[in-house]
């Protein structure tokens, strides 16, 4: 098996006449954590939608783990251990973090979005749902609505409905958007710790995070890759310094 468990090969889309990401050539490394990062309208959105197959490419091709998924719709990605959270948390703010997680249980029984079934069916899942939980440090908040959860660990209960899918791959949409520095430390750490034994693609505007936790990060501009590898290469890279930090080369030297 390929060392790369998702690639992209030539990966284009045009909105009408703007070619908002062009001939991307992305290669994520299994077990580790590969961050893309950009300005703003460096495509990386587009990216990052492209490979979860919320958006259709205009070009090019997608394979996870050498197969290619390119027309695969997201569910049908999802069923293969593609998993993605989302930029603003994505959970039932009036179930208890139990429920929510029980419900990314579910389809194991067969039953999965069946909020009509027995409660003692289940109930057979609370078990590994409270382990999932665990994971995250959210057992003690278990029997207590989303709603009720601070932002921070709102972003956490939607990290344990992620684990509950049992995703070989992770792909994460701005995990720190909108936290306080303590909420950041403790979402980096989180995922830091989940990252064991699977691969995390995320999206990350915060760059002590990307420094902290990153093995290789993409930086894109303008739809296209300006510069790939660890953070000590990329960040004093002098054309990232420009058009990312807005940091030109002889002003550094200066």
Do not use: C
């Not at 997201?74 to 009036?94: L, M």
């Not at 590994?128 to 278990?142: N, S």
């Amino acid at each position: 098996m390929s060392d790369f468990i998702l690639e992209a090969r030539q990966l284009g889309k045009s909105f009408g006449g703007f070619r908002a990401v062009n001939n991307v050539n992305l290669n994520v490394e299994r077990g580790t954590i590969h961050a893309l990062i950009g300005p703003n309208g460096a495509g990386k959105t587009t990216v990052f939608n492209l490979l979860t197959k919320f958006l259709t490419p205009s070009s090019g091709q997608i394979l996870f783990n050498g197969e290619d998924i390119t027309d695969l719709n997201p569910v049908e990605i999802a069923n293969r251990g593609v998993v993605r959270s989302f930029q603003i948390s994505a959970v039932f703010p009036h179930l208890t973090a139990l429920e929510n997680v029980r419900l990314a249980l579910q389809k194991r029984l067969g039953v999965s979005y069946h909020f009509w079934r027995s409660k003692s069916l289940l109930s057979e899942l609370d078990d590994e749902a409270i382990e999932r939980l665990d994971q995250v440090g959210l057992k003690r908040f278990a029997h207590l609505r989303a709603v009720e959860l601070p932002y921070g660990r709102k972003r956490a209960l939607e990290i344990a409905t992620t684990l509950g899918l049992e995703p070989e791959l992770m792909l994460l949409d701005e995990p720190t958007q909108g936290m306080g520095t303590e909420d950041v430390g403790q979402v980096a750490e989180l995922i830091r710790n989940v990252s064991v034994g699977r691969t995390i693609v995320m999206v990350e505007h915060n760059l002590g995070v990307v420094a902290d936790l990153a093995d290789t990060i993409t930086v894109l501009n303008r739809g296209e890759i300006l510069a790939e590898g660890p953070y000590d290469v990329v960040s004093k890279d002098p054309a990232v310094m420009e058009a990312y930090m807005g940091i030109k080369a002889d002003e550094v030297e200066a």
